[in-house]
């Protein structure tokens, strides 16, 4: 059979894609139309016109465009299941009937006993993990990388990436399962594990839906809408399905919730023991045939007749244990259909010798006769209910029936679409959303089969209400708001449903303001969610659709600080580079402040330059945001001591590391490294200026220069330049305070004269001659290392004070841009510094009995060339004038005039 020809059989078993069973199996690879490889396509098929419409119209693919309306009222058929297909190839795959059963019913307790899953290494894992704080955390740690990994792998490839993400979870819903049958249910793990499977089934919804809409966004401009005159319901409602979007996606929202109850709904095989008989009501038959061997009567009356209206006809019962069997079954049937699982629920009824009633879920099958468009000689079977109008009647009439069970009455009214009997067995949000969107598919189909002349006239007795119905998915929701169950409304606040709501309505402007919502309320959001929360947008995003911009950017950054917090180094850059540039620099920025360890710096950097972020913008900020962490101002020498290197300080130090990584950067290094420098001169914390100072590489000067050469440039950028030169300045500063805290050192550390004995022995007076002698000896040592400490300090403090090209702090190119603080704290530095330095030297001659060299210090300052008494204040230069004055009077006192010069006769 070639490929034209499968593509007109059976479609593809649905349950590849719906439960977790079937998605752990090999995925189905389509042959290409050409007959080439195989090909796996994560878009559905294309309105194509099959022959033979696809599964069925209530429990259709997850994300079919052409459903099949009538291939599961086939006896014996399986409920189809669309898997990815390509657009012009459909291909089918069926399942025997083994398979069939075992993955339709592996249960979580069931999967952990039985699967190769949970081998005894998950054993071993989830013993490890109980000994944990929070085991449910731990176990599900590694999401958080894990998606980043399939987001890197799959970022094209979007519904792949989607599906991705919805194995990554249920895989960690597993591993969870077996630690909360561990911990208990009311562990901590338990609570994460249901977090994971909300997450698991809202990524499955997703998928479903925006493929169908991405699909629809394509063939808009691609064809036209034709319907064509028909004299089959099953035709009918499949152009139905083809052309109208709302009821193609309410049916996914069904199917959706149908696939969520079919993975809980366990192991159903092994809840049906009680059931494995195949007469009807055997207790009452045997009672019946007892009292009619014995010929007496019971004291409880029974039903004499035991035909299936029997019980309501006579108004008499069976037999208790046949009345709770029929209870537990109806039950059972009730969530089976729920669970999308007609045909099982049917042979659980013929299992259960009530083929009758297998019988009465059947009808609701459209009908087609292929025969009246054949062009065929040899007759086809003809398919569905050519009374279906009838059978529906009588099914809303059995919902309506009070003396019926709820379960059944539910039963039959999922089936004619009336809703109350459904809502009175519905307990959760799901529950109450698939009555919901069912009786909407189903008022929507009847509609399209009145208005084109297929339904039979008797339809029309069904009640008002159901025909004028106008269901909308809106409508739905604001149905739920109102819903009289406590439970309900409590789970329709949960922030999964809120999700799940606004992404079947299509208002991703709703979900925007529920995320800014959520991420302004006082009780921060789980960890896992804002994960969630990250990488929908982020899918969103990549679908091209309409977000609004800053709360798109607040979740981001939101998520980026819940990795900052938790220490998930290597994640941060691949989402920071998700904001854009200028958030991305100051969030990245931030991260990088808190990074402390030395090793983790260059990786940082490293994870920065892949993710394509501004690694020079960030590091510069990162320096510039510590630095300027304190507002302490630069202030006059007089008024502060010089104090210690503080921890904070220690902090300003080593920021500078992040500028000296890359060689392209050394620039940025001098100027922010100058300017962390002359705050600590102006604080006189010239250790902690040291430890700047030694951070930036001596080949740093020459590495900017030849950066500028080797773009062809003669001449380094004003800005470089002043950066150079005010780091040669510093380094002038630095030298001269370190020669005279040398001097100081030395100066402080003369050799104490021995003190003479008197009327000392012989031995006592050679003793000390000798001591005496060592002391001259080591008077001259003294003395002349003082006078080569003296000229050093000297020649240094004079390197700054007379500083080349402009004077000691400033700027050799006034081309550059102006910085206006910078050229402020270069003033007050050499106010501050200048003067201090001055003061400095002038005790070093005075201490030297240098007078006259001290007072030519004067005519240095005085000098209009250098123009340094304009940093002196008043004050200052009282005082250096107070000192010279005592230079003065020592020449005077050796004989010498008031300037050190000798006295003319």
């Known amino acids: 059979m070639d490929w034209g020809q ?55 693919a997850v994300t079919p465009r052409v459903p099949d309306v009538s291939a599961i009222l086939v006896p014996g058929s399986r409920t189809p299941r669309y898997t990815h297909t390509p657009r012009h190839a459909l291909s089918t795959v069926n399942l025997d009937d083994t398979d069939w059963t075992n993955s339709l019913y592996t249960s979580p307790i069931s999967a952990i006993e039985n699967t190769s899953f949970f081998t005894e290494d998950i054993t071993n894992l989830s013993s490890a993990l109980l000994k944990e704080d929070d085991p449910g955390e731990a176990a599900a740690a590694s999401l958080f990388p894990e998606f980043l990994d399939v987001f890197h792998k799959n970022s094209s490839a979007i519904f792949e990436l989607l599906e991705d993400y919805q194995t990554l979870c249920q895989d960690k819903v597993d591993v969870l399962q077996s630690v909360v049958l561990r911990a208990g249910q009311n562990s901590k793990a338990a609570g994460v594990r249901w977090l994971l ?268 209400e159901y025909q004028e119905a106008n269901w909308t998915t809106e409508k739905v929701f604001e149905e739920l708001q109102a819903s009289e169950s406590k439970r309900v409304l409590e789970e329709t606040k949960e922030h999964y449903h809120v999700i799940q709501k606004f992404v079947i309505l299509g208002d991703l402007d709703g979900l925007l303001e529920e995320f800014s919502d959520w991420l302004t309320a006082p009780k921060p959001l789980p960890s896992h969610l804002l994960r969630f929360m990250c990488h929908l947008l982020l899918v969103f995003r990549s679908l091209g659709l309409a977000l609004k911009n800053q709360v798109c950017v607040d979740v981001l950054k939101a998520y980026v600080s819940l990795l900052i917090r938790d220490q998930q180094t290597n994640l941060v850059a691949s989402y920071v580079s998700q904001l854009p540039s200028d958030v991305a620099v100051s969030q990245y920025a931030t991260f990088l402040e808190t990074v402390t360890q030395p090793e983790l710096r260059p990786i940082c950097l490293r994870l920065a330059t892949d993710a394509g972020l501004d690694v020079a913008a960030i590091t510069k900020l990162v320096v510039e945001t510590v630095r300027e962490s304190d507002e302490t101002d630069f202030t006059h020498h007089n008024q502060m001591l010089e104090t210690g290197t503080t921890k904070e300080d220690r902090r300003k130090i080593d920021i500078i590391d992040w500028l000296l990584f890359d060689p392209a950067h050394r620039a940025e290094a001098l100027k922010q490294s100058n300017a962390i420098m002359r705050k600590f001169l102006a604080l006189q914390k010239h250790d902690a200026a040291k430890m700047v100072f030694s951070k930036v590489p001596e080949d740093s000067m020459r590495e900017v220069y030849c950066q500028w050469a080797g773009v062809g440039q003669t001449t380094v950028l004003a800005e470089d330049e002043n950066a150079i030169r005010e780091h040669l300045c510093i380094r002038a500063y630095l030298e001269a305070h370190e020669a005279f805290t040398e001097w100081f050192s030395h100066s402080s550390s003369a050799p104490q004269k021995p003190a003479p004995v008197p009327e000392a022995k012989f031995t006592e007076k050679v003793a000390n001659e000798m001591r005496e002698k060592e002391y001259e000896v080591s008077l001259a040592a003294w003395s002349s290392r003082l006078d080569v400490l003296t000229e050093d300090v000297k020649e240094r403090i004079y390197n700054v004070l007379l500083f080349v090209d402009g004077g000691w702090m400033v700027d050799n190119r006034q081309d550059s841009e102006q910085d206006s603080e910078r050229s402020h704290q270069m003033a007050m530095l050499r106010s501050l510094c200048l003067p201090r330095l001055s003061f400095l030297l002038l005790s070093v001659l005075q201490n030297s009995s240098r007078h006259q060299e001290a007072l030519r210090l004067a005519d240095i300052i005085s000098s209009d060339q250098h123009r340094l008494y304009q940093v002196f204040s008043k004050e200052e230069l009282k005082r250096f004038l107070q000192k010279l004055r005592e230079s003065s009077l020592c020449l005077l006192d050796k004989g010498l005039d008031p300037l050190g010069y000798e006295l003319q006769p």
């Open 6 to 60: 499968s593509e007109l059989l059976s479609p593809v078993v649905r349950d590849d894609e719906v439960t977790i069973a079937a998605r752990r199996r090999k995925k189905v690879a389509f042959p290409s139309p050409g007959g080439g490889s195989p090909v796996i396509s994560m878009v559905t098929p294309a309105r194509s016109l099959l022959k033979n419409t696809p599964a069925s119209l209530y429990r259709q």
């Open 197 to 464: 499977q909300q997450e698991s089934n809202t990524w499955r919804l997703i998928t479903s839906l925006y493929r169908d809409r991405v699909q629809v966004a394509m063939e808009d401009d691609m064809m036209m809408d034709m319907v064509v005159p028909s004299e089959s319901e099953k035709v009918v409602v499949e152009q139905l399905f083809q052309r109208d979007a709302t009821i193609r996606q309410s049916q996914l929202v069904v199917d959706w919730l149908e696939s969520i109850s079919k993975d809980q709904i366990g192991d159903f095989s092994d809840n049906i023991e009680y059931y494995a008989k195949n007469v009807c009501w055997e207790n009452t038959l045997h009672a019946l045939k007892l009292r009619r061997k014995s010929g007496t009567a019971f004291s409880i009356p029974l039903v004499t007749e035991l035909d299936p209206d029997a019980p309501i006809r006579q108004q008499r019962p069976l037999a208790d244990l046949d009345r709770e069997d029929d209870a537990r079954l109806l039950k059972n049937l009730f969530n089976l259909i729920r669970a999308g699982m007609t045909d099982e629920a049917q042979r659980l009824c013929k299992r259960c010798g009530q083929a009758w009633r297998a019988a009465t879920l059947e009808g609701w099958k459209l009908y087609h006769d292929p025969n009246l468009t054949s062009d065929s000689l040899e007759l086809q079977a003809v398919e569905g209910n050519p009374h279906r109008a009838i059978w529906k009647i009588c099914c809303w009439r059995m919902a309506e029936e009070e003396q019926l069970n709820r379960y059944e009455r539910a039963i039959y009214a999922s089936l004619s679409g009336n809703l109350k009997p459904i809502l009175a067995v519905c307990e959760t949000w799901e529950d109450c959303v698939w009555a919901h969107f069912r009786v909407m598919v189903d008022s929507l189909v009847e509609k399209e089969l009145m208005s084109s002349g297929m339904a039979d006239k008797v339809v029309e007795t069904l009640p008002r």
